[in-house]
């Protein structure tokens, strides 16, 4: 009898589920950074194809079926002519002015952004390069309050620059994206980005960008007087499964 109370007893204790430890809180950073570098998002993006590689491919697929010569090598004359013409060229192109936004010989660009899940971030860009040719840098801190926390996001690329008509910039760049927080890891990054300034005065501009595990869309408005621009617009960073977005405003200052 009294091994019958023993054995039911030591039963009894087995059958207490075990309640793990209250984890410590995650903040959006960590949770987007976490979510960004897992294996199966960055494999997710080299093998079954991510928006970036849906775009490269498409974009490349209809260069080279429909307008290789033109888009390319043209674009990048255009972009040439436009900064080495004393007076408008045979197709209509303008020489660039000094403070244009398009293919600038130098630019900087900062904003501040507000994200929508709490918390802000900063933002500066640089740019630098002669007619096609271009180096791209761009810097992102982003801070979160609660729990208190930061996460940077850093790009180079190397960019072609065409000039379609002296209103209409499409860029093609490569490079790499760095992201630190909790750990650094970096990935290779393909840019494409078109500037549409139909007046002086006045313009859009849309700038995405792909690496692994890792979507960057841009879009902004410009209001341009002289060599600074007043900028507004929306950025939404996304990995497959957080994001960090959310509108924002800066100066720009080109020459």
């Known amino acids: 009898m009294t091994r019958a109370w023993i054995g039911l007893w030591a039963a009894s204790w087995l059958a207490v589920p075990v309640?793990?430890?209250?984890?410590?809180?995650?903040?959006?950073?960590?949770?987007?950074?976490?979510?960004?570098?897992t294996p199966a998002a960055r494999a997710h993006h080299r093998n079954a194809g991510g928006h970036g590689r849906d775009c490269l491919?498409?974009?490349?697929?209809?260069?080279?079926?429909?307008?290789?010569?033109?888009?390319?090598?043209?674009?990048?004359?255009?972009?040439?002519?436009?900064?080495?013409?004393?007076?408008?060229?045979?197709?209509?192109l303008a020489p660039r002015q000094l403070g244009e936004p398009l293919i600038p010989f130098a630019?900087?660009?900062?904003?501040?952004?507000?994200?929508?899940?709490?918390?802000?971030?900063?933002?500066?860009r640089a740019e630098g390069?002669?007619?096609?040719?271009?180096?791209?840098?761009?810097?992102t801190r982003y801070r979160e309050h609660a729990p208190a926390d930061r996460l940077d996001l850093t790009r180079l690329v190397a960019a072609y620059r065409m000039s379609f008509g002296s209103s209409i910039e499409a860029d093609l760049?490569?490079?790499?994206?760095?992201?630190?927080?909790?750990q650094t890891s970096s990935r290779f990054l393909f840019a494409c980005a078109v500037l549409v300034h139909p007046v002086a005065w006045w313009g859009v501009e849309l700038r995405p960008a792909w690496a692994d595990g890792v979507s960057d869309y841009d879009v902004a408005a410009l209001l341009t007087w002289r060599y600074t621009s007043l900028k507004a617009g929306y950025r939404w960073v996304a990995s497959p499964h957080e994001s960090l977005a959310g509108?924002?405003?800066?100066?720009?200052?080109?020459?």
């Open 19 to 37: 309640w793990p430890a209250a984890a410590p809180a995650q903040g959006k950073l960590d949770a987007f950074e976490k979510d960004a570098n």
């Open 57 to 92: 491919t498409d974009a490349l697929g209809g260069l080279v079926t429909d307008a290789v010569e033109f888009t390319l090598l043209a674009g990048g004359v255009g972009s040439w002519e436009r900064v080495t013409a004393v007076g408008p060229a045979d197709d209509g």
């Open 107 to 124: 630019r900087l660009d900062t904003s501040y952004q507000d994200i929508r899940s709490g918390g802000d971030a900063f933002d500066l």
């Open 129 to 139: 390069g002669f007619g096609p040719a271009a180096l791209q840098f761009d810097f």
């Open 173 to 182: 760049g490569a490079g790499a994206l760095w992201l630190d927080g909790e």
């Open 247 to 255: 509108p924002y405003a800066g100066l720009v200052v080109q020459l």
